[in-house]
């Protein structure tokens, strides 16, 4: 029996494909994510560094549901962050600003 795509990104904990983040709007944009694809097993601990202005809080709040990215998929544990259902941010997701 193989596993579903949805049963991958439950065991995989965090799964970003593709994921585009812009600020502003149309000839006002500035890209910050372009193209972003992350892998992140359960149950691991990761750091993520860079300079200023690189982009890190941005992603980081695109995984956690509070910015909506513009294009791509986000997946914590199978669900969709940010919506009611999903309980994502909840007790089995730390996020520590820094």
Same mark, same amino acid.
């Given at each position: 029996? *193989?596993?579903?795509?949805?049963?991958?990104?439950?065991?995989?904990?965090?799964?970003? $494909?593709?994921?585009?983040?812009?600020?502003?709007? *149309?000839?006002?944009?500035?890209?910050?994510?372009?193209?972003?694809?992350?892998?992140?097993?359960?149950?691991?601990?990761?750091?993520?560094?860079?300079?200023?202005?690189?982009?890190?809080?941005?992603?980081? $709040?695109?995984?956690?549901?509070?910015?909506?990215?513009?294009?791509?998929?986000?997946?914590?544990?199978?669900?969709?962050?940010?919506?009611? $259902?999903?309980?994502?941010?909840?007790?089995?997701?730390?996020?520590?600003?820094?």
């Amino acid at each position: 029996m *193989s596993d579903t795509g949805a049963e991958k990104d439950a065991l995989a904990g965090v799964v970003v $494909k593709d994921l585009y983040y812009n600020y502003g709007f *149309s000839s006002w944009a500035y890209p910050v994510l372009k193209g972003i694809d992350l892998n992140v097993a359960a149950g691991t601990i990761y750091g993520l560094l860079g300079p200023s202005g690189c982009g890190k809080t941005t992603l980081l $709040k695109c995984v956690i549901g509070t910015l909506k990215p513009d294009s791509g998929r986000v997946r914590l544990f199978g669900r969709l962050p940010g919506t009611v $259902k999903s309980r994502v941010p909840g007790v089995g997701v730390g996020y520590m600003p820094q």
